[in-house]
């Protein structure tokens, strides 16, 4: 007879005051007493949360498990009483099932591979080491996240999609609205409905004027205007939020494991292991939702259809049956396999594209800038509230040897 499982009370739940990398306590303890546990949401509905390794990655890859919008009827913060939840907007397809999934994410696979991402390799270079130039230019102290964490994924994803510079800021301002966790209903919609009509303008025009750019490629495919904005807002906001926060959090982190950050600054030959263990260490986007579609057997557990399900990435990726030693930070970790890109059909289109950015801008920081260290104390820096789909700080202030 399966025990009674684990209930956890409170999602987002709360990081313990001192320990901006860690997951949540509540979350970790949950994963001690076993990889699933109930959740009951604030409408009532009996939800569930995963928290085990494996059995985050087997229900990413399982079809049973929904990502449609419309069956997302209940929220950790958020009792929606009776409003209907409608599907998502033609193009948003990280919030579809297949095959309309794949209809929207096929002709772009060819467009992120390994290899077209590596030929931008030298274009980040050059962004990162401009940035890094005005850095030193001003002097310190700086606040990393303004002056580097950001503008290298917001230039890199605005050129990919032929978002002209200058309209840079007007997406970036609005995203952080939308995505940051901390603006009213009000102001959350209408950053939302103001990047909707700004890519609804760049759209017409990439149809009046194409220019070499991934969006302008799209317009010779059946997908209407409307559909190729849903598809530029999922890119858009997936190509900059993520990286900026893994560039400025992964940044605090090596600060706080000097040993590790002059292990990385020493050995070159280390990047690539040093981005995979950042990226599984951090795990900036911390949690998915899944609706199940029919009854499933889960740890023992029946997950009944139509019953909500939270994935938490992050304490998966601190499950000591799968990472020896999970809360070290460990740049020469060779256990691979982590989730920080999520894993199945929904596995992120773009994260070649990140660990480009990752590997070409954290050993040029760290190179370009002796003594990098914090301007202020541990303590000090803000972090995102639980309440923002990706982690990560508001602000990071630095200082280095000028």
């Known amino acids: 007879?399966?025990?009674?499982?684990?209930?956890?009370?409170?999602?987002?739940?709360?990081?313990?005051?001192?320990?901006?990398?860690?997951?949540?306590?509540?979350?970790?303890?949950?994963?001690?007493?076993?990889?699933?546990?109930?959740?009951?949401?604030?409408?009532?509905?009996?939800?569930?949360?995963?928290?085990?390794?494996?059995?985050?990655r087997s229900v990413l890859a399982d079809p049973r498990f929904s990502s449609r919008r419309e069956l997302m009827r209940h929220h950790p913060l958020i009792d929606y009483g009776d409003i209907e939840v409608p599907p998502a907007p033609p193009g948003e397809f990280l919030l579809m099932d297949e095959p309309q999934h794949s209809r929207y994410r096929r002709p772009l696979v060819g467009r992120f591979t390994v290899r077209r991402m590596r030929l931008l390799t030298e274009r980040i270079e050059q962004i990162t080491a401009e940035h890094l130039q005005a850095m030193e230019q001003a002097g310190p102290p700086a606040d990393l996240v303004t002056a580097f964490a950001k503008p290298i994924p917001a230039i890199v994803i605005c050129e990919l999609l032929g978002v002209p510079y200058e309209d840079r800021g007007r997406f970036q301002d609005n995203i952080d609205t939308f995505l940051g966790g901390e603006a009213g209903d009000e102001e959350l919609m209408a950053a939302y409905l103001a990047t909707q009509?700004?890519?609804?303008?760049?759209?017409?025009?990439?149809?009046?004027d194409p220019t070499d750019d991934v969006l302008s490629d799209l317009l010779d495919s059946?997908?209407?205007?409307?559909?190729?904005?849903?598809?530029?807002?999922?890119?858009?906001?997936?190509?900059?939020?993520?990286?900026?926060?893994?560039?400025?959090?992964?940044?605090?982190?090596?600060?706080?494991?000097p040993e590790q950050l002059a292990a990385l600054?020493?050995?070159?030959?280390?990047?690539?292991?040093?981005?995979?263990?950042?990226?599984?260490?951090?795990?900036?986007?911390?949690?998915?939702?899944?609706?199940?579609?029919?009854?499933?057997?889960?740890?023992?557990?029946?997950?009944?259809?139509?019953t909500m399900v939270i994935l938490s990435l992050n304490t998966a990726n601190r499950d000591p049956g799968r990472f020896p030693a999970p809360?070290?930070?460990?740049?020469?970790?060779?256990?691979?396999?982590?989730?920080?890109?999520?894993?199945?059909?929904?596995?992120?289109?773009?994260?070649?594209?990140?660990?480009?950015?990752?590997?070409?801008?954290?050993?040029?920081?760290?190179?370009?800038?002796?003594g990098l260290r914090l301007a202020v104390p541990a303590e000090e820096i803000a972090l995102r509230p639980?309440?923002?789909?990706?982690?990560?700080?508001?602000?990071?202030?630095?200082?280095?040897?000028?």
Request: charged share 20%; aromatic share 6%; with cysteine.
């Open 1 to 56: 007879m399966t025990a009674s499982p684990h209930t956890v009370t409170s999602m987002p739940a709360v990081r313990r005051p001192g320990c901006p990398f860690d997951p949540p306590e509540e979350l970790i303890a949950a994963r001690e007493h076993g990889p699933i546990s109930r959740f009951p949401f604030p409408d009532g509905h009996q939800g569930w949360l995963v928290t085990g390794y494996d059995l985050v």
């Open 197 to 208: 009509r700004y890519l609804a303008e760049l759209v017409a025009a990439k149809r009046a």
């Open 222 to 257: 059946d997908l209407t205007d409307e559909e190729l904005q849903g598809m530029a807002l999922i890119l858009l906001s997936a190509g900059f939020d993520t990286t900026a926060n893994m560039l400025a959090l992964g940044t605090f982190a090596l600060l706080r494991n």
């Open 265 to 306: 600054r020493a050995d070159p030959t280390l990047t690539d292991q040093a981005v995979e263990e950042l990226l599984r260490y951090l795990t900036v986007a911390k949690q998915f939702y899944r609706v199940a579609l029919e009854d499933v057997e889960l740890a023992g557990h029946t997950v009944e259809a139509g």
């Open 327 to 370: 809360h070290t930070l460990d740049l020469r970790r060779r256990d691979g396999g982590h989730l920080a890109f999520s894993h199945g059909v929904h596995q992120c289109l773009g994260q070649q594209l990140a660990r480009v950015e990752l590997r070409v801008a954290f050993p040029a920081l760290l190179n370009r800038l002796p």
């Open 386 to 402: 639980e309440t923002a789909d990706i982690h990560g700080v508001k602000s990071l202030p630095v200082t280095w040897d000028a």
